[in-house]
């Protein structure tokens, strides 16, 4: 049984940093394009990062320069380093494993506020 866990979220003021990690059980971690979407309520989820597993990454535009997605396979996490945090940024933030359907961790929130 494939699970995900999220970590890392919370409350952080503007141009603050935050780190989300998702460690990743019951599945050949290595193999699989991992990464990140959030949502707001009312909106879709949107992709914010993904990292292939041979280490190509894609980004956002919206959190291009601000974000960076990484992954230790042998720790089987993948991690969200997000910098220079907007209230725009508030979310929940959820971390995917891509398959078919996607897996997906039950989300973490982030809060970018003064």
């Known amino acids: 049984q494939v699970q995900l866990a999220e970590s890392g979220g919370g409350l952080v003021q503007p141009g603050g940093s935050l780190r989300l990690s998702c460690a990743a059980s019951g599945l050949i971690f290595r193999l699989y394009t991992m990464g990140w979407y959030r949502q707001v309520p009312g909106k879709p989820r949107e992709l914010v990062a993904r990292i292939a597993s041979a280490g190509m990454t894609n980004y956002a535009d919206s959190v291009k320069g601000r974000f960076t997605i990484s992954r230790d396979n042998a720790k089987n996490t993948v991690y969200l380093q997000m910098n220079s945090l907007k209230p725009e940024d508030t979310a929940v933030y959820y971390c995917?494993?891509?398959?078919?359907?996607?897996?997906w961790g039950p989300g973490t929130q982030v809060t970018v506020s003064s």
């Open positions: 995917y494993a891509a398959s078919t359907p996607n897996y």
